[in-house]
């Protein structure tokens, strides 16, 4: 290993790498990032009114903190975002799973479910606001149409994907139709659930913004238009910036909940 | 005596005429309780229809498939089943796994674990018994498929090439551990190989199987006194019947892979 070259320790493909380069690599890249940003703007390079400086970012971050508007954005956001999701998870998830459990129900689902899906939800955002206004239930209709059909196809996915040897063996241990769904196909698609829940929460998340930017009275996608209006790209960028880490917050709550209900998947790992 | 029967069974797949498979036509075997029946034949020639016809997998097109009296139309615990692929449940562990088939009946708690501890010791993975299936070798996996199957004391067990995709090594520790098993329990086995010599070390009686479409060509007693160990297997009246079974399969190959 000592003797391998630079180049066959690192472009070797799939090769393993010492945990601290991979550490360092990571951080290097995010750093040069920033410390181009901070070069182009400190220097006047770039205009601050076109591209806050990092400092401006954070004051602003500050302000909205410190007179609670922020939090207040952020409260709102979440709410839609998590109260639209859950109700689409909910029905979306059993559904999918006897979708890809039983041919009779894909036949009769797939045909509007495939519709629905490629159907642009931002579509359909106009007609919402017609029918419910520009409040919590209008962005909540917009996550829950965007990501339930999604999720209904990918789950199915999954339950079609789960082997029929698997079935098959339970039938001969004894078990019914009935156990065959609760025992087997269940607990079977739980990994590629949750994967899906995972992928379909980022896509919610950008949903959940356009809804905000086209009619909302609070919200971050609200905050991120008043800034725009304001001509205070500081206030853009706090938006931005709030947005992305909450979307890593969930991620990696995803990953953590994974870990918790899926230890089979992580032994000896 | 609950004996497996078949009977003139003829099994087709496919829906038009023109691109039927028949799988096997006119077969006639019987195999009595606490047979170790073994069907040996070449790759697709319908021994895994067979099986599967036994197991209420699937139904025979023409013919009938009884188990004692019964017709067999289901599967059923009292016909237990060792697939190749192992097909255990990832999400469970080993003794978990073993438990499967007596959770499903609502066997005592205290009963389910105990049972499924002492097949979980018979097959040597006590020191396993919380690992997932993830963690473990292909030879362990199948002790816990066979573990699994014997839990909840069928009174047939149907075996499909359990030991394939086995090195020759573990393959061959794999049946002297079926062979003492089997010994104590005393269970009619349905056992499916290509193996020949896996087929004549393990069985009572070896029933060579045609190409396809499968019948039973050549019906083998296996007077080679138990208990068995590797040492027989170069024994001359192992040699003997082996050559006997080449024999016949070897015009069957040829015919399956239409060289003549």
Request: net charge neutral; charged share 20%.
């Amino acid at each position: 290993m000592s003797t391998m070259s630079f180049l066959d320790r690192y472009l070797t493909p799939k090769l393993a790498i010492p945990r601290k380069t991979e550490f360092g690599a990571g951080i290097l890249v995010s750093g040069t990032i920033l410390a181009c940003w901070a070069i182009a703007t400190y220097t006047g390079f770039v205009t601050r009114d076109f591209l806050p400086a990092p400092s401006d970012v954070w004051n602003s971050f500050v302000e909205k903190v410190s007179n609670g508007s922020l939090q207040k954005h952020i409260g709102v956001s979440l709410t839609e975002i998590y109260l639209g999701f859950f109700l689409s998870s909910v029905i979306a998830i059993p559904i999918g799973i006897f979708m890809g459990g039983f041919k009779i129900v894909q036949a009769a689902l797939e045909p509007v479910v495939n519709f629905m899906r490629y159907l642009p939800v931002t579509s359909l955002i106009p007609l919402l606001i017609l029918w419910i206004g520009i409040g919590l239930e209008e962005k909540v209709a917009v996550i829950f149409l965007g990501t339930f059909f999604q999720q209904i196809v990918m789950v199915s996915d999954v339950a079609r994907g789960v082997h029929a040897d698997l079935f098959n063996v339970s039938y001969t241990l004894g078990a019914t139709r009935g156990q065959i769904v609760s025992r087997v196909l269940v607990p079977a698609t739980l990994s590629g659930v949750l994967d899906t829940l995972r992928v379909t929460m980022g896509w919610a998340w950008t949903f959940l913004v356009v809804a905000e930017l086209v009619a909302a009275s609070s919200g971050l996608g609200y905050m991120i238009l008043q800034s725009m209006r304001g001509l205070d790209p500081a206030g853009i960028f706090v938006g931005i910036f709030v947005i992305g880490f909450l979307g890593l917050i969930t991620d990696m709550a995803f990953k953590w909940i994974k870990r918790l209900v899926l230890p089979w998947e992580y032994v000896g790992k | 005596m609950t004996e497996v029967r078949l009977e003139n069974v003829s099994v087709r797949f496919g829906e038009s005429k023109a691109t039927q498979i028949t799988a096997l036509e006119n077969l006639d075997l019987v195999i009595p309780e606490q047979q170790f029946a073994v069907i040996v034949g070449p790759s697709g020639c319908g021994k895994s229809s067979c099986l599967d016809l036994v197991a209420g997998l699937n139904r025979a097109t023409e013919g009938k498939t009884l188990f004692g009296d019964t017709l067999i139309e289901k599967p059923g615990p009292e016909r237990g089943m060792v697939p190749q692929n192992y097909s255990l449940f990832p999400w469970l562990t080993v003794q978990k796994n073993v438990e499967f088939g007596l959770a499903l009946n609502n066997t005592s708690k205290a009963e389910r674990e105990e049972r499924a501890a002492n097949y979980v010791e018979a097959v040597g993975l006590t020191k396993f018994r919380d690992s997932y299936p993830s963690q473990l070798s292909g030879g362990m996996k199948q002790r816990v498929a066979i573990a699994r199957a014997l839990a909840v004391d069928p009174e047939v067990l149907l075996m499909d090439e359990p030991f394939g995709a086995l090195d020759s090594q573990t393959r061959s520790v794999m049946q002297e551990l079926l062979l003492k098993i089997w010994q104590k329990e005393r269970k009619t086995v349905l056992f499916i190989t290509h193996d020949i010599d896996e087929a004549l070390f393990l069985g009572d009686v070896v029933y060579v199987m045609s190409a396809r479409p499968g019948r039973i060509i050549d019906t083998i007693p296996v007077n080679i006194k138990r208990p068995r160990d590797y040492t027989v297997t170069t024994s001359a009246g192992f040699v003997k019947l082996k050559r006997r079974i080449m024999s016949s399969l070897h015009d069957e190959v040829d015919k399956a892979l239409a060289i003549s």
